[in-house]
């Protein structure tokens, strides 16, 4: 009796807590390498005295692109505004009137990466949560908004990935996309076990990826 | 084997502390080797040209030393005049081991007495024609995002640009510029940028401004002040001119303004008569946080310099001594020799600012006559008419501003203030050029900031990639 | 797959991890269980040494504090002078303190429940007061130079001194909550980036600032994020702005902290571990973001029951937190200029220390009061947290209480309602068993109520002299092995 228990006990454990979690995430399976298409021949800036985008041009930058209000974007547990509060600092600004802070960071700083992925992630997710309630969807267009796993390989979904991934690139970098960034946005059709991920999550990662490019944040 | 003289050796053996020279950075300028360099320009060196935590010498405060005691003519008390001599006699070497030229970093405005202080031109780019970024030239659609995200708050949307890009060169040129103009009248520009540009120069703080629990002054009438200056071709000399304010419509107003009606303190309002007024360095909120209780108001002149003449004494910026100073007018010990090395400076700065009261009247011990917070009493302390800036008599703080104003520092400063609301950093030694262009072409500006700006996004800091 | 908000992936909403081990326990299979972790709770590799600046924002005065003069001491001088009643003044060991004093301001009254006495009979032992004569009475420069040492060691201040030392392993290496002055980085140009002030806006969000993605609503599970950071990794390269200013510092400097910052903060799940609030639907939904408070939020609300409405105690219980999990070599707090209400009583006055100007006694009372109850805590949890070589965090630790600049001396004649400007003469405090406590340096001129100096060596008075911002520093610095050139040194005071 006592063995059966303890049977169902490590076997409820193992249930209820799964795989001992690791100390530290495992790293993805390599993506696909893509073929740059001559662009590393190309001559770069040698004076690269590149400007950075504050929080307030950068989220008023994304609320154009994705149509989600300035105000909407990010919100901390729902409350605090991103930009305004909880990550203002790293992400540029500067609170003069009650901090005293009168000048704001010169570079990015530790936390600024943090925040900066934090803003874009959260701006991807609201404008897609708005598109999906939305009778006809504005900007996600391509999949449907679901949780349906797709086929990753199906001429209809790629397509889709593609028209999506090329309205993100002039929405949030004000360009065409590249062919070689087509490719590798393809590469969000999967998982990293191969499985195909749903329309709904290709257009969040979709977005983020496109959106937290230092194209973004620098100009 | 040159004998040195008795009284040199003994110098030179004296310990390094004795020494204070804070005529060193006026020295420097005024001699012949200090035309060129950039250090000189619009600005004096800072202590940490030549010591590393004064009175150490850095490497090339050391060489420099070298010189002047080789200098047959230098005794002691004539450095001023030779220390000029001793720069250029260390002109070729390269004090810190960083590939340059003391002469080199100079010209450059690196120091040539700190390695980590050093500047490598850009080579010129190699490779095939990059299809998207015109690195080796001028790039319009670069600089049209760029015009759009800095003075308009957000990037271009695809078809603007697209748009832009379908433009000729000339055509590119006139949007450029017809697409600045349209974001200085912006929201964005005149009640966020500016504002924020603003910041170091007001120093808020809600507790104590109209906005907190205990309102002894509304700075909301300085940032009006600020912002109005900068835009639609204002005058930017009226940053330490202007007799007048704007009030929450953006109407300007001249005369005194009285405290708010309701006000939980007798205060909020802009107590000063016009004929007392002088910019920014006179609002109420100006002087009551800066004066506060202050008998002499050193930390009001300070902030006066730094804001507007961009020195910081307080980093060993703008030294600038006037002979039998400082008197220690009101009996804070500054006569001490470490002190003295910026009180020199810092006294006769501050003089015109004390017949201004800060909190209250000047009372010490408790608040009193909140009212006259920021108002002007000629009785307030006997010093007020003995000032003196950057070498010139000042009777009072009026002459103080019309004299700022005229100097290659005050214009310098906007340069430093134009290129940071674009670039949101100092300038790079490769910009030096442009940069100071920039400043000294703003008379023929008139001083309006948006005609400046119009000729910044014509640099090629602006424009190359 | 969508991952709406969840709980974290060990939460089981019938059977709790620990009914399971108490479970387990019981039937005697412990050794069968996993041998789970919690995310990311390797042990951390802690800072050799630990500085918290507590700054007193506004002017705190040694004179109201543990370096009193009484009336009677003062003698013919006393009805002039800012000094304590007698009734008021308690010898603690080597050290004096005052004791609290009923006062109100506008009507309310003033809080300071929390006696000096307290925390001598606690800390006294580790407790020094350091007479010190500054350099300015404006607040922001006053304040910069009791953190630069006015300038002494080549303008860094002593928290970037430290995170430059002691902060190579941590993520964090310097943390600011404070404002102002004390807030301001340094002015040395070759300091590295790293040992810069990272500063915090609030300590009760700040945790959202060490995770890229966890709490955000309506997001792909982890593994996805993951899988489109690196197509995002893939766009950086492929990009012709990527490209073309691949060789920009900007850029590359930013890039270099999302390889390396990035990973390290999420790995050590600083996000759960700083995390001092609890679940709370209404202010901070928590579980609903699928976030958890820290396993060490209880006992650090506990210690600060009022981490939600007094910003001091969320800083304090953030600095510990922040040394605890080894996030932080050097980390820096201060009361705000708002006021705060405990009920109905004023704990904190507008502007702090410096609502001394209009009521010395009970501003100078109460903000004492104030900091030292928070100090106290924080020393009680460092105490309690063993640094893993058989010590404490508190072992490693120095509080350093820098303040603005003193208070006037003098009051009208006889009042006992007054208010005083600011001055430079005065004395700072400083807690650390690295230090030889329970005892002042210098000393104070009973009839002047100001302070003089004191022989490095000995320690021993030595009126007719002053220490200085710099000497400040050097003890500081000198406690917690930090060199710098013409670093003074003062033996009297550090142990070892």
Known sequence: MRALLVCLLVCVMAVAVGCPPSPSPSPPAPLAPVDDDGLSAMAVSTRGALVWKRGPALARGLSQALLVPVEDLCRELGRFDCVDFAHQVPLGGNDAFVKGQYEPLLEPGATSAVAFDRLALSACSVAVELDRVRAGAFIFRGHALTTDPMAPDDADTIEGARFLGTELYRRLHGREPREAELVALLGLLTDDEGRGTSGLDFARLACFAVASTTETLFF | ?465 | MTRAIRPPATHHPLLSRRALLSAAAALGVAGVLPATRARGQAAPALPARLLFVVAGAGGANIADSFLPVTDTEAGAAAATLAVQASSLVETIGGLRCVGKKNANVGGLPLGGNFLQRTFLQKHGADTAVMTVESTSVNHLVGQKRFVTGAGINAGRTIMEAIAAVHGSSVPLPNCNLAAGGYLEPGDDPSLDRRARPEAVADPRTFPLATHGFRGIANIPDDALIRRARGVRDQLEGLSPFGHTFANAPLRQRFLDQRRTFLPDVEARDLITRLMMVADDPARFPLTQAGLESSPDGVRVREKFPGILGDELEAQAALAFMLAKTGTSAAITIAPSFAPVLDGATLENPPLAFDFSHNDHPGTQNVMWSRMLRVIDGLVDLLKSEPDGQGATLWDRSLIYVATDFGREKIRPANASAFGTGHHLNNGVVMVSPLLRGNRVYGGIDPTTLLTHGFDPTTGDAAPGTVMREGDVYAVVAGALGVDYPGRRSFPSMIRG
């Not at chain 2, 009284?7 to 080797?33: F, H, I, K, N, W």
């Not at chain 2, 004494?313 to 001594?321: D, F, L, M, V, Y």
Request: glycine share 8%.
């Open chain 2, 1 to 465: 084997m040159r004998v040195v003289p008795l009284a040199l050796a003994l110098t030179l053996l004296t310990p390094l502390a004795a020494l204070a020279r804070p005529t060193g950075p006026r020295g420097v300028c005024q001699s012949d080797a200090g035309a060129d360099l950039a250090v000189c320009q619009g600005t004096l060196p800072s202590c940490a040209l030549c010591h590393q935590g004064p009175p150490d010498l850095n490497l090339y405060g050391a060489r420099v030393f070298e010189a002047l005691a080789q200098d047959d003519g230098y005794d002691f008390d004539n450095f001023e005049a030779r220390v000029g001599d001793a720069v250029a006699a260390a002109n070729a070497d390269d004090s810190d081991g960083d590939g340059l030229s003391n002469l080199e970093e100079l010209l450059l405005g690196t120091l040539p007495g700190d390695v980590n202080s050093a500047f490598t031109a850009p080579l010129a780019p190699s490779g095939d024609a990059n299809a998207f970024y015109a690195v080796a030239g001028r790039d319009p659609r670069f600089a049209f995002r760029r015009v759009h995200t800095i003075f308009c708050g957000q990037p271009p949307e695809f078809d603007a640009i697209t748009a832009f890009a379908a433009l000729d060169e000339a055509e590119q040129g006139l949007a450029l510029h017809d697409t600045l103009d349209g974001c200085l009248q912006s929201t964005f520009w005149q009640d966020f940028a500016l504002h924020r540009l603003a910041d170091a120069r007001i120093r808020p703080l809600e507790s104590i401004g109209f906005d907190g629990l205990i309102p002894l002054a509304d700075y909301h009438w300085d940032y009006r002040l600020f912002s109005h200056i900068f835009s639609d071709d204002h005058d930017l000399r009226d940053l330490l001119l202007a007799d007048y304010h704007v009030d929450e419509s953006g109407d300007v107003v001249t005369g005194i303004v009285p405290f708010p009606s309701g006000a939980p303190l007798e205060t909020g309002g802009q107590p000063l008569p016009p004929e007392r007024r002088a910019g920014m360095i006179t609002s109420q909120w100006f002087l009551m946080n800066h004066t506060m209780f202050s008998a002499l108001p050193r930390t009001t002149a300070a902030q006066a310099y730094r804001a507007y003449l961009g020195m910081d004494i307080a980093k060993g910026e703008g030294i600038h001594p006037v002979d039998n100073e400082p008197r220690d007018v009101d009996g804070k010990g500054v006569t001490e020799a470490a002190c003295a090395v910026c009180h020199s400076t810092l006294d006769p700065l501050s003089y015109a600012f004390s017949p201004y009261n800060g909190i209250g009247r000047l009372r010490p011990g408790s608040v009193s006559r909140i009212e006259l917070t920021g108002t002007f009493d000629a009785a307030r302390v006997p010093w007020g008419t003995e000032g003196q800036l950057l070498g010139t008599d000042i009777p009072d703080l009026r002459t103080w501003a019309e004299h700022a104003v005229t100097t290659d520092a005050f214009r310098r400063n906007l340069g430093s203030m134009l290129w940071r609301l674009a670039f949101a950093r100092p300038p790079a030694p490769d910009e030096r050029t442009e940069f100071d262009a920039l400043w000294r072409g703003l008379p023929d500006d008139g001083f309006s900031a948006n005609r400046a700006l119009h000729r910044l996004i014509d640099t090629n800091a602006f424009q190359v990639p």
